[in-house]
């Protein structure tokens, strides 16, 4: 089945600093990603919304400036969270759907920020 | 945009009894609705998915039913197990979109008393 992997699963950074993670499409091309957050014990909320060659739609409420998204090739998307905070310290989650079978949604392995 | 309620958010039931947890979507647009299931620290897992054009799917112990008009559907698990235990999620999307946005419910913790 088709997969998405998310790099990395895990990291710790301080606070001020930016953290890059990486969402591919290993064996199909994803015009469109979405990139979740879950803090503990909620449900996932999504982000926003990464177009292939375009500019991310953002949900209401998510910082544009702060969660900085590039989707410039058709397998890979990226969120840097950028000025990180105690506050950003989550699970983060990209997920794409095969648009040859696009029903089923396949999410990454998600990773979890810690901001120190 | 569409809002997705789940209930209850947490349920206990003894194993071998059913488990019974339900959604209700508020966009008429949505016409897929898959049901996911996470442990901790996991990605979400598809259980099972519906789409609007039927009433029930069923998958061995799991079964989800739909009614369109009520904007309603549930997940229904028999003779639960303890590796049932996780907590689970239902969504609402589009069928067959690959740019349709998938938005989660608030999820539930299902605990399995042995």
């Known amino acids: 089945g088709a997969v998405v992997s998310q790099h990395p699963s895990w990291v710790i950074c301080k606070s001020g600093t930016s953290v890059k993670i990486e969402c591919r499409s290993l064996?199909?091309?994803?015009?469109?990603m979405f990139w979740y957050r879950q803090f503990p014990k909620q449900s996932l909320m999504l982000m926003a919304t990464s177009n292939e060659g375009s500019k991310a739609t953002y949900e209401q409420g998510v910082e544009k400036d702060k969660f900085l998204i590039n989707h410039a090739s058709l397998t890979l998307s990226t969120l840097t969270v950028t000025s990180a905070h105690p506050e950003d310290s989550s699970f983060y989650i990209c997920?794409?759907?095969?648009?040859?079978?696009?029903?089923?949604?396949?999410f990454g392995q998600g990773t979890r920020l810690t901001v120190v | 945009g569409e809002n997705v309620e789940q209930h209850p958010s947490t349920l206990s039931v003894q194993e071998g009894d059913s488990a019974v947890i339900k959604c209700t979507y508020s966009d008429s647009a949505s016409n897929y609705f898959p049901w996911y299931k996470q442990e901790l620290g996991k990605r979400p897992q598809l259980i099972i998915d519906i789409r609007s054009n039927v009433g029930e799917k069923k998958d061995q112990r799991i079964a989800v039913t739909l009614n369109k008009t009520a904007k309603h559907f549930s997940l229904h698990i028999t003779e639960t197990q303890p590796e049932d235990s996780a907590v689970y999620f239902c969504?609402?999307?589009?069928?067959?979109?690959?740019?349709?946005?998938?938005?989660f419910g608030s999820g539930t913790r299902l605990s399995i008393r042995p």
């Open positions: 997920s794409a759907r095969d648009p040859a079978r696009a029903t089923e949604a396949f």
């Open positions: 969504a609402a999307s589009e069928w067959y979109s690959s740019a349709s946005k998938i938005i």
């Open positions: 064996d199909f091309q994803a015009t469109t």
